[in-house]
C-alpha cells in the first residue's frame, strides 16, 4: 500500500519541482505541493479501507484454519471468526492499527518534506526522503500483518481446544536464545500450566513465536 503512495507522490512532486533542483516552500506551494499532498492523503484513506477489509479476510481463515486442524468438528464458526478478527486485543483491533498507522505517516510526510524544503534541501533528498518513509510504513505493515494473523491462528487453536474440552494448556516458547523474559516467565510460572480460560493471550508482543498445547494430566 504505501508503494503505491510513495510512487504517486513521486509523480506528484515532480510536477512541484518541475525542472528546478531546488525550490522555496512558497514556490513548492504555488506549484501544489499542499493539493499533491491531499491527493495523497484520499488515496491513503482509500487504500487503507481495502487494505483493512483484506486483512480481515485473512485474519478469518487464520482463525478458522487454527480451529479446524484442532478442534474434533468440521463445523466452521464463521461468525465467531468475524468476531474475533474484529476484537481490539491489543487495544486496538486491525482497522484502528491501519489507520493509526496513516495518520502517522501522512504526519510524518509532510512535516519532513516541509522541513526539507525550507532548510533548501534538494530534489534527491526529498525524493530518498519520501521513498525511505514510504518503506518504514511497509514494514511496520508487515509487522501488524504477522502479529494479527499470529494472533487469530493462535485463538482459533485455543477455541479448538476449548471444543475439544481441553481443561489446561501449557505456555511453550521456543526455547532458543531469542526468547524474551517475559515469554520466558510465561513458561516457567507453574510449569507454563494455566487453565485454559486464563490462557496468556499471543502473541506476547510483535514476533513473539510462542504457542499453546493441551495440557494432558
Ligand atoms: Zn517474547
Ligand atoms: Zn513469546
Keep these: 500500500m504505501y508503494n503505491k503512495i510513495t510512487n504517486k507522490l513521486l509523480t506528484l512532486m515532480n510536477k512541484v519541482y518541475g525542472n528546478k ?3 522555496s516552500l512558497g514556490l513548492a506551494r504555488k506549484k501544489g505541493l499542499n493539493s499533491s499532498l491531499k491527493t495523497i492523503q484520499k488515496e491513503l484513506n482509500k487504500l487503507s479501507k481495502k487494505e483493512t477489509s483484506s ?39 486491525a482497522g484502528q492499527r491501519i489507520n493509526m498507522h496513516s495518520t502517522k505517516y501522512m504526519r510524518e510526510l509532510t512535516s519532513g518534506i516541509e522541513n526539507l524544503i525550507r532548510k533548501g534541501a534538494s530534489r534527491a533528498s526529498v525524493v530518498s526522503f519520501i521513498v525511505a518513509t514510504g518503506d518504514k510504513y511497509s514494514d511496520r505493515l508487515a509487522t501488524l500483518y504477522r502479529t494479527e494473523l499470529w494472533h487469530m491462528e493462535r485463538e482459533g487453536v485455543l477455541d479448538g481446544m476449548k471444543y475439544n474440552k481441553v481443561k489446561f494448556i501449557e505456555y511453550v516458547t521456543r526455547r532458543d536464545n531469542r526468547v524474551c523474559p517475559e515469554c520466558q516467565a510465561l513458561e516457567e510460572y507453574n510449569d507454563g500450566i494455566y487453565p485454559i480460560e486464563d490462557a496468556p493471550i499471543l502473541p506476547r508482543h510483535p514476533h513473539c513465536r510462542c504457542v499453546h498445547i493441551p495440557h494432558e494430566k
Design 55 to 93: 486483512l480481515y479476510k485473512e485474519m478469518e481463515s487464520y482463525y478458522l484454519n487454527g480451529y479446524l486442524d484442532t478442534a474434533d468438528t468440521t463445523r466452521k464458526p464463521i461468525k465467531k471468526s468475524k468476531d474475533k478478527s474484529r476484537h481490539p486485543w491489543s487495544g486496538m483491533n
Design 21 to 23: 533542483n531546488e525550490i
